[in-house]
């Protein structure tokens, strides 16, 4: 008659030598599953990164606008001002009526002038320095009036004849 203690440890070990090589054939997949959630744990941490620059992106183009409105209407606010003194001076007679027409016409353009370099900036994501090198740039390269230039972007919208500074 056999012992019944081995007749059990012989059954345990013929469980034991089923299981290893079970986890033996299934190494392969174990390590293809190990590398997969790696791989989707990269791609989860690449998705976050791009979430998050997108995120900067859209706060600095917030912040960009936001600073062009108020520059916008700190130069309305300037032009107003300057159209008020050169009323004051025709009525007190130290302008004549030529000089205010000059003058007048300087204020115009100084505003569509302003508004190409808004539209410079907001379309091509630059400073206002560098927007309005750009319109300069232009009007030299092509050698007409800033002014002209200036109302050619704002009735088109065309910035092809402008270059980065």
């Known amino acids: 008659m056999q012992d019944p203690q ?12 089923e299981l290893t090589a079970k986890v033996t054939a299934n190494q392969g997949l174990i390590a293809d599953l190990q590398a997969f959630a ?7 941490d ?22 062009d409105r108020d520059r916008l209407t ?16 025709q009525a007190e007679g130290v302008l004549s ?7 007048e016409e300087a ?15 907001a379309a091509c994501k630059v400073t206002e320095q ?14 007409r009036k800033l002014r002209l230039i200036a109302e050619e972007v704002l009735a088109t919208g065309d910035l092809s004849g402008l270059t980065a500074a």
């Open 46 to 67: 690449a998705s976050d990164a791009r979430h998050d620059a997108n995120e900067a992106r859209a706060e600095a183009s917030d912040a960009r606008a936001d600073e």
């Open 107 to 121: 204020l115009r353009s100084s505003r569509r002038i302003g508004a190409a370099t808004g539209v410079v900036m």
């Open 97 to 103: 009526r030529d000089y205010v027409a000059n003058l």
């Open 6 to 17: 081995s007749d059990g440890d012989a059954d345990w070990q013929r469980r034991f030598d």
């Open 74 to 89: 700190e130069l309305e606010g300037r032009v107003d001002v300057d159209a008020m003194l050169i009323a004051e001076l």
């Open 130 to 143: 560098v927007a309005f090198a750009m319109l300069v740039s232009a009007s030299q390269r092509t050698n």
């Open 38 to 44: 790696a791989a989707a744990s990269r791609r989860a």
